[in-house]
């Protein structure tokens, strides 16, 4: 039996300097105290349908829309992302959660994995070792014990699948078209606060009015080999975002 034992050392650590990923609703309270929130657009390169079986595609595919780059289909997955350098600035003093109570649904399942594809690794987590040696059990083979997180991570996953229309409205309401190639980086975009909350709160009210004509997406990767393959497929590839698009930027991993 594999345990792993965990208990909030309360450094403060996950509150620091951050791209918090954020539920539809949280992204617009985050707005309306004050926050930035940007958008991290990726896409998938899907040419085909994957097979039935393939629970990982099945698993995307609930989380993204369908758009096209140029001649290739592709899928497109937005995160809304609370961004902060420094303390986050809910963080209170003694390092205490200043919104402890409208915390993001990310907030409460930390140390925890939200996709169930990724295993609780404490090597990758920000939590100091003493919180790792604590005596109570936090998961056993995989399987959280806590009841009150693995609730947290549900909502998390449902609200990432009820929020892809909006989000998609979202891109055409702010003419988003640029993403990064998945598992190859991020474009972020920042827009405006007020422009940003103004879209959310549209989009969220009514989801329809914002039904336009798909734009094509141009798919950023700073790898020379990417980007032609993608062109070679009929897509639209580009080594980096154009520089003329005031908010836009790419970081590679
Ligand atoms: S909202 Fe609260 S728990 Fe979440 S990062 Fe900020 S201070 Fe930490
Ligand atoms: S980094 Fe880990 S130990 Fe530190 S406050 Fe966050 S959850 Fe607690």
Redesign the pocket.
């Known amino acids: 039996m594999d345990s792993t034992h965990f208990d909030c050392a309360r450094c403060?650590k996950?509150?620091?300097d951050?791209r918090?990923p954020l539920t539809f609703p949280e992204a617009v309270r985050w707005l309306e105290r004050g926050g930035q929130v940007d958008l991290l657009c990726e896409a998938l390169p899907w040419p085909v349908e994957p097979d039935a079986d393939n629970a990982y595609a099945a698993y995307k595919r609930k989380r993204t829309f369908a758009a096209t780059s140029g001649e290739l289909p592709i899928r497109v997955g937005v995160t809304l992302a609370?961004t902060?350098t420094g303390?986050?600035?809910?963080?209170?003093e003694a390092i205490?959660?200043?919104?402890?109570e409208e915390?993001?649904l990310?907030?409460r399942v930390y140390p925890a994995e939200i996709n169930p594809f990724f295993a609780l690794k404490p090597e990758f987590k920000l939590c100091p070792e003493e919180a790792w040696q604590a005596p109570t059990p936090f998961a056993i083979d995989g399987v959280l014990i806590d009841a009150v997180t693995r609730d947290s991570i549900d909502a998390s996953r449902r609200a990432d699948e009820a929020s892809v229309e909006m989000k998609r409205a979202l891109c055409e309401r702010l003419g988003l078209d640029r993403a990064s190639v998945v598992n190859e980086g991020f474009v972020i975009v920042t827009s405006a606060r007020e422009r940003l909350l103004g879209a959310l709160i549209d989009v969220q009210q009514d989801v329809q009015a914002h039904d336009t004509a798909p734009q094509t997406w141009t798919l950023v990767s700073n790898r020379r080999a990417t980007v032609d393959t993608l062109i070679e497929v009929g897509a639209l590839g580009a080594m980096d975002v154009d520089a003329t698009r005031e908010g836009y930027q790419y970081i590679g991993l």
């Open positions: 403060g996950c509150c620091t951050l918090l609370a902060f303390p986050c600035p809910n963080l209170g205490r959660c200043g919104i402890y915390r993001p990310v907030c």
